[in-house]
T-cell receptor, first 114, second 112 residues
Framework: DAGVTQSPTHLIKTRGQQVTLRCSPI?????VSWYQQVLGQGPQFIFQ???????GRGNFPDRFSARQFPNYSSELNVNALLLGDSALYLC?????????????FGPGTRLTVL | DAKTTQPNSMESNEEEPVHLPCNHS???????IHWYRQLPSQGPEYVIH???SNVNNRMASLAIAEDRKSSTLILHRATLRDAAVYYC?????????????FGKGTKLSVKP
């Protein structure tokens, strides 16, 4: 079975631009979460979606937004990019949104903002 | 979710057992103890979780102190592939939000 997939693998943008990252969950999983991992730190929670609805949001500015589609795939959008947005963006899928649902991570998208 | 404390780094020799400690003195009665690891250039990978009793799976064992204020992840025979950052995370049972709260974890180095 395919695991969580993310695209693109790498991305280079300049300050002020906008970016869209994509995630396909494991088949049968209905929940998707997004995390940001800055070099040398653990991943930080951005959003969780379940059945196309936002179920949780981390401490990130409104420049960050996301959505989930009927097939449970998801997109993360970041507007007005800053240098500090350079990071590895991770997507995780789980069967449901609860704390008892194990999360399975994709390989991430490496975003570099110049 | 309550906080956890882990050593920044540990070293091990290949084919020897590794004991990775985690302190969670403020754990509540409904918190599960989860372990994830992150290999270089990969996303985090689920390892094991438990509540009160010790747990075993194909990857590792989890030993939980009787007072639940600490736990130890045990890799029975470390291989070079086990070199990774290991995260100990507490997750409340039944919570409506399933997000994980990562600390800095323990960076495990395995020497041949």
């Amino acid at each position: 079975d395919a695991g969580v997939t993310q695209s693109p693998t790498h991305l280079i943008k300049t300050r002020g631009q906008q970016v869209t990252l994509r995630c396909s969950p494991i088949s049968g999983h209905k929940s998707v979460s997004w995390y940001q991992q800055v070099l040398g730190q653990g991943p930080q929670f951005i959003f969780q979606y379940y059945e196309k609805e936002e179920r949780g949001r981390g401490n990130f500015p409104d420049r960050f937004s996301a959505r989930q589609f009927p097939n449970y795939s998801s997109e993360l959008n970041v507007n007005a990019l800053l240098l500090g947005d350079s990071a590895l963006y991770l997507c995780a899928s789980s069967e449901g949104p609860r704390s008892t649902d194990t999360q399975y991570f994709g390989p991430g998208t490496r975003l570099t903002v110049l | 979710d309550a906080k956890t404390t882990q050593p920044n780094s540990m070293e091990s020799n290949e084919e020897e057992p590794v004991h990775l400690p985690c302190n969670h003195s403020t754990i509540s009665g409904t918190d599960y103890i989860h372990w994830y690891r992150q290999l270089p250039s990969q996303g985090p990978e689920y390892v094991i979780h438990g509540l009160t009793s010790n747990v075993n799976n194909r990857m590792a064992s989890l030993a939980i102190a009787e007072d639940r204020k600490s736990s130890t992840l045990i890799l029975h025979r470390a291989t070079l592939r086990d070199a990774a950052v290991y995260y100990c995370i507490l997750r409340g049972y039944g919570g409506s939000q399933g997000n994980l709260i990562f600390g800095k974890g323990t960076k495990l180095s395995v020497k041949p």
